[in-house]
């Protein structure tokens, strides 16, 4: 099926839970690591897909603070697949600069060593900025931030009366991007998994039964397309989005 997207309304940020690497494989009668090799193809191909149709952000949860909890070996593959995905040929040929938010200190060192090099590489690309969120979790990132904001209060760099909602943004480890404008989740779950969760607060939230392996271009333009058919208020009455809209015609 076929989706006719606005392409002057195509979100600029969006945010993908990849879930349904291991159950995909299992279903296949293969081991959990066959899922994410596969899973490593549909980044590929999303993300070339994102930069063709103009999305200038693209995060991706690739791996939580709590999947540090899982089987060694299955950690290990993991670990190795993302040095083995990040080809500097998908970031080079689509113009897209690479950066990552997580606990960057708690990965191993060549993982560190690839991720530090791919991001000094891409530096200049302007198309589209793809974003890893590795070893992350909001809880994590939000317990940081909390330290950080205390930190320069002692410090007397910030009065406690002047923290608002823009000083935590400001803090975060996502400070210089948009949030996200719509978030997609794969593999039939329905929750959140502690994943950008200051970020999200007025995303619209994407649901698919299909499994990330699965995840295709077709599936991004019906995700695109259902977020096309939102009028997103931040609050506001339908009304006042309405006459906001009209202004800005006129303008």
Not at 88 to 112: A, C, S, T, Y
Request: with cysteine; net charge negative; proline share 2%.
């Amino acid at each position: 099926m076929a989706y006719n997207l606005d392409m002057t309304r195509i979100p600029e940020h969006v945010a993908i839970i990849m879930d349904g690497n291991g159950r995909w494989a299992t279903e296949r009668g293969k081991v959990r690591s066959y899922g994410h090799q596969a899973g490593v193809d549909a980044v590929r191909r999303i993300t070339s897909e994102c930069t063709r149709i103009g999305v200038k952000y693209l995060t991706l949860y690739t791996f939580s603070t709590e999947n540090w909890n899982r089987p060694a070996d299955e950690i290990a593959a993991l670990m190795g697949l993302i040095i083995s995905a990040l080809e500097d040929e998908l970031f080079m040929k689509n113009d897209v600069k690479f950066r990552v938010i997580g606990d960057f200190d708690r990965l191993p060192k060549n993982v560190q060593d690839k991720l530090n090099g791919l991001m000094e590489l891409t530096a200049n690309n302007k198309t589209m900025t793809m974003i890893v969120a590795l070893s992350y979790s909001s809880r994590w990132e939000i317990t940081k931030t909390v330290k950080d904001i205390a930190r320069e209060v002692a410090e007397g760099k910030i009065k406690i009366e002047d923290i608002c909602e823009s000083t935590i943004s400001e803090h975060l480890t996502t400070n210089f991007m948009p949030d996200p404008d719509l978030l997609i989740r794969t593999g039939g779950e329905i929750r959140i998994s502690n994943y950008l969760l200051w970020q999200i607060a007025y995303s619209e939230l994407y649901f698919c039964d299909t499994y990330w392996p699965d995840f295709s271009e077709e599936d991004l333009h019906k995700a695109i397309a259902t977020y096309q058919k939102k009028q997103r208020r931040f609050g506001l009455t339908e009304e006042q989005v309405e006459n906001k809209e009209n202004e800005k015609k006129e303008e």
